[in-house]
C-alpha cells in the first residue's frame, strides 16, 4: 500500500467543495434576480457573497497544497490568514490557478490536439481582491461610512460574473 501525503488527499475535497459553494451561490443570485424586492434578497446576496469568499479560500487552500508538494512552500499549518497566504503564494508563481481551456481534438489530423486557453489565469492579487470586496460586503460597517452614507452596495451582476468565472476555473 502507498501512503497519500495529507496535502494531496486535500486537493480533491477543496474542488468538490468549491462546487458545492458554487451551486449555492447560483441558487441565492437565481432568488434575488426572480424577485429583487424580495425582503430575503438581502440575505441571499450574503449567502453569495459569504459562498465567494469561501470559494477564494478554498481555491487558497488548493493551490497552497498543490505548492507544498511542489515548491516547498514555508506557511504554517497551525494559522490561517488568507492575506498573508496570497501574499506567500505570489512570490512562488504569479499565475498559480488552473484557468479553463478549450480543448481541440484531431485540429490537424488524427492524434493532433490542441489546447486553447479560454481566458487569463487569475492571479493571486485578483482572488485577494474578490476576497477583500466580499469581505468589506459582509461585515458591519463603520461609523463613518454609516453617517456619510457611503454604505456598501451588493452588485448582483459582479457577483454573476465572479460566479461564473470561478464556475469556468473549477470546469477546467
Known amino acids: 500500500m502507498i501512503a497519500v501525503p495529507q496535502f494531496e488527499s486535500m486537493y480533491m475535497p477543496a ?3 468549491i ?4 451551486i449555492i451561490a447560483e441558487g441565492a443570485l437565481h432568488r434575488v434576480g426572480a424577485d429583487p424586492n424580495n425582503p430575503s434578497s438581502l440575505g441571499d446576496c450574503e449567502l453569495a457573497v459569504l459562498q465567494l469568499r469561501l470559494i477564494c479560500e478554498l481555491f487558497l487552500l488548493g493551490s497552497t497544497a498543490a505548492h507544498l508538494r511542489e515548491g516547498g512552500l514555508n506557511v504554517s499549518d497551525s494559522k490561517w490568514r488568507p492575506k498573508d497566504a496570497f501574499f506567500e503564494l ?3 508563481n504569479g499565475h498559480p490557478l488552473p484557468f479553463p481551456i478549450e ?4 485540429k490537424n489530423g488524427k492524434g493532433e ?3 486553447v486557453p479560454k481566458s487569463q489565469p487569475i492571479t493571486y492579487e485578483a482572488l485577494a481582491r474578490i476576497y477583500g470586496i466580499c469581505g468589506d460586503l459582509l461585515h458591519i460597517p463603520t461609523i ?3 453617517t456619510t452614507g457611503r454604505l456598501p452596495e451588493f452588485d448582483v451582476t459582479q457577483l454573476e460574473r465572479w460566479l461564473a ?3 469556468e476555473i473549477a470546469m477546467a
Open 165 to 167: 468565472g470561478f464556475r
Open 144 to 146: 463613518k461610512q454609516v
Open 113 to 115: 490536439h490542441h489546447v
Open 15 to 17: 474542488t468538490e467543495a
Open 19 to 22: 462546487a458545492r459553494r458554487i
Open 90 to 92: 505570489s512570490k512562488v
Open 103 to 106: 480543448l481541440q481534438l484531431n
